[in-house]
């Protein structure tokens, strides 16, 4: 319980609603002098920076024969019926650890290539006392700002493309391409990568068709990243993204230690799609090498299917191939309104980005992303996206068998409560949603279903079900939220922390989002609201 | 995004002092504006009404150090914080490279800084972009002020995303933390221009 003193919140009260005088009325409360508010309903508030409670939590805490009018009269004179608590009150009665973050703080450890780009000039005159902080990045600043303005530049050389003829004064290109960006990006000598300049010229000397990937020459199923060139250019809105793969002429290659030791191999006849098949792992560590350093991509059989996987060093190699590999039935599964493009899973120890580069059924590999917790997946997920050749799925239907029949009816509907329907109705990035209430007999988990109208509840509350065991089972912990890609549609599935340890899930979506950002707030919405009931 | 201009060798960012009304994001602008040498800075703009509360934006270009032989310009801007003014807002956020997200202190006005906070995000949103891919830090501004929330606490209700950002305690009026953090934002989009990497620093 959190104790709130009478005095802070007796200003909200309607005086005529009590025969004592407020003052008195606290030295009658059930504790003198103070409301008692358990502790339970203040924590989601609390995220919200807020904390109130319901007229209808604490009347009973107040002397009945000095109330003179209904709880329903009182509740309807206070905004929403809750009285405001103080909310220092109640943060200082919160152990210390209460709000301890377990997120990473965002890695800047590369603005120390950079000085502090501003100084003041002076103190300025209306400060008595200058702000010592400020005073001492002054003082850093008179180091080392010269280092870099004044630090040889590197010969820029005029790229052996098109520049962007001279523009009027003002605001001229907005992030223009590459080609024209390409002095901006040049790396001073002492950076290790070659200059995008000389990669720019070195492409430009190529033939324009893109040649056909050779077939890998590396038995080992370790293929290192930096085989291949890749050529990022900015989108609009200034996001890189891997434009396209090309290869780079021999002598600008970095040492690939496998793939030199071997001789060039023998140019078998070999099916072209198997050639394809073998030049994949390639082709993906080349696409995510702008996001992962150091990055390898291993190729490992599970059974029949292909995992191409790469993780950061946080996380074994070993437990990512063998967590794809559980979740990968998942992406084949009949019970999805339509074939899964990428599926994106977060997990208590790690998140991973599966990614089928085409039908699993018939042999395609699953490219398998994985991350450490808390680590942006946006870009990955583009970039993963980008790995799948166009048309790789071209919305065929698999052949598979996964799901199939697993539909009992341990699911039973129960009645679908008002907050639910509420909740449902408060639902806008989704589009329309029906919502539904499952719960299973016998483990009694509870999915919250909010789905596109036309889609059964019950066939993805036994998938979301079937998510759930397998993330149990899997290296990267309990199941956080599911994301789903289906070419435009999605479908999201939330652990709701319903408390006590009751379970419940949170299926929402199947069909096309246009406003993921708005579909995240009101996910996270639902789930607080799902939990704090 | 940035603005380049490759005739005069000059790369514009675009920083934008994002937060809840009155919290103090004009209050940074006029510190840096009144401290910085005039070589390095321009006429600040400002529109604000009558009470001093800023009805369209702030704006106050400032020249930082040159890089690979290009000079730096931020063009700084403030936002008015009040809710109903969202489609100014959204317009000033148009091509941000960074914010700064100057969140008030004071309890009474928690609600607000997470509204804004939302905000923020909802309107990168309609520029394709987020939170989670914009370079941004935090200030928890006006904490010479009493009643104000320990910065634990702010950090769980402003910075609890998966990508935890910098922060900064300020006194915007009087200058502390008032160039920690500008200089911090700046970094973080130089490094993401171009620094090793690429958008490694964000």
């Not at chain 1, 709130?4 to 009325?25: H, K, M, T, V, Y």
């Not at chain 1, 997120?103 to 002076?122: K, L, N, Y």
């Not at chain 2, 009155?22 to 602008?29: D, I, M, S």
């Not at chain 2, 402003?158 to 990508?163: E, F, G, K, P």
Request: net charge negative; proline share 9%; with cysteine.
């Amino acid at each position: 319980m959190v104790r709130i003193s009478f005095e802070r919140i007796a200003g909200q009260l309607p005086a005529d609603a009590f025969r004592l005088p407020l003052d008195r009325l606290g030295a009658n409360l059930l504790e003198p002098g103070h409301l008692l508010v358990p502790r339970r309903l203040l924590g989601p508030q609390l995220a919200e920076g807020r904390a109130r409670v319901q007229w209808s939590v604490v009347a009973e805490q107040f002397p009945r024969q000095a109330v003179t009018v209904s709880d329903a009269d009182i509740a309807a004179r206070l905004p929403e019926g809750a009285l405001t608590l103080p909310l220092d009150e109640v943060i200082r009665q919160l152990p210390g650890d209460a709000f301890a973050l377990s997120s990473p703080i965002v890695d800047v450890r590369g603005i120390e290539d950079f000085p502090p780009p501003f100084q003041p000039h002076v103190p300025p005159p209306s400060e008595e006392r200058p702000a010592a902080p400020v005073a001492e990045v002054a003082r850093s600043l008179t180091i080392e700002r010269f280092d870099v303005t004044r630090a040889p530049e590197p010969e820029l050389e005029e790229p052996a493309v098109s520049v962007e003829p001279a523009v009027e004064r003002e605001p001229v290109l907005e992030r223009a391409p590459v080609i024209e960006r390409t002095p901006l990006v040049e790396r001073a000598p002492s950076f290790e990568h070659a200059p995008v300049v000389e990669r720019e010229a070195a492409l430009e000397r190529e033939p324009a068709a893109e040649p056909e990937p050779e077939p890998e020459p590396v038995m080992s199923d370790t293929i290192v990243a930096a085989e291949r060139e890749v050529v990022v250019e900015n989108d609009v809105e200034g996001e890189p993204e891997p434009e396209r793969v090309r290869f780079a002429a021999a002598t600008e290659r970095e040492a690939v230690p496998v793939a030199e030791q071997e001789p060039e191999p023998p140019r078998v006849s070999a099916p072209f799609i198997e050639r394809r098949r073998r030049a994949e792992p390639s082709r993906v560590a080349a696409l995510l090498k702008p996001i992962l350093n150091a990055l390898e991509v291993q190729e490992r059989r599970v059974g029949r299917l292909t995992v191409l996987s790469v993780a950061s060093p946080e996380l074994a190699a070993d437990a990512v191939v063998e967590s794809a590999a559980m979740l990968a039935p998942l992406l084949d599964d009949r019970r999805l309104p339509a074939p899964a493009s990428q599926a994106t899973v977060r997990g208590a120890q790690g998140a991973i980005v599966l990614t089928p580069l085409g039908v699993l059924a018939e042999s395609a590999p699953l490219l398998a992303v994985a991350v450490a917790p808390g680590a942006p997946l946006a870009y990955l997920e583009r970039v993963a996206l980008r790995a799948v050749e166009a048309g790789a799925l071209n919305g065929r239907r698999s052949s598979s068998m996964n799901g199939y029949g697993d539909g009992g009816d341990d699911l039973r509907d129960t009645t679908v409560p008002s907050h639910v329907r509420t909740l449902g109705e408060s639902f806008r990035a989704f589009g329309k949603v029906v919502p539904t209430v499952l719960q299973d007999r016998s483990s009694s988990l509870i999915c919250y279903m909010f789905l596109a109208p036309g889609l059964a509840a019950r066939p993805l509350a036994h998938y979301a079900r079937a998510l759930r065991e397998a993330m149990r089972g899997s290296a990267l912990g309990p199941l956080e939220s599911f994301i789903l890609r289906m070419g435009e549609d999605r479908l999201v599935v939330r652990e709701v922390d319903a408390g006590r340890g009751a379970a419940a899930l949170l299926v929402a979506g199947g069909g096309p989002v246009d406003r993921l950002g708005l579909a995240r707030l009101e996910l996270e919405r639902a789930v607080t609201r799902l939990g704090a009931r | 995004m940035s603005i380049i201009n490759h005739a005069e060798k000059v790369i514009n960012f675009k920083v934008v002092y994002y937060g809840p009304g009155v919290a103090g994001k004009t209050a940074n602008l006029q510190y840096v504006h009144k401290s910085l040498p005039h070589t390095n800075k321009g006429n600040m703009v400002s529109l604000a009404t009558g009470d001093d509360r800023t009805i369209f934006f702030d704006f106050l270009p400032v020249s930082a150090l040159a890089v690979r032989g290009f000079e730096t310009r931020f063009q700084l801007y403030t936002v008015p914080g009040q809710v109903h003014y969202d489609m100014t807002r959204r317009l000033v956020l148009r091509g941000v490279d960074a914010v700064v997200f100057v969140a008030d202190s004071q309890y009474e006005r928690l609600p607000e800084n997470v509204e804004s906070l939302k905000n923020l995000d909802e309107n990168l949103q309609r520029y394709q972009s987020s939170l989670d891919e914009i370079p941004y830090v935090i200030q928890y501004n006006k904490r010479d002020l009493p009643n104000i929330a320990p910065i634990d606490y702010l950090e769980y209700l402003l910075n609890r995303r998966a990508r935890r950002v910098p922060f900064f305690e300020a006194v915007a009026v009087e200058g502390k933390g008032v160039f920690d953090t500008l200089n911090t934002v700046s970094r973080m989009v130089l490094a993401g221009e171009f620094g090793d990497g690429g958008k490694g620093a964000r």
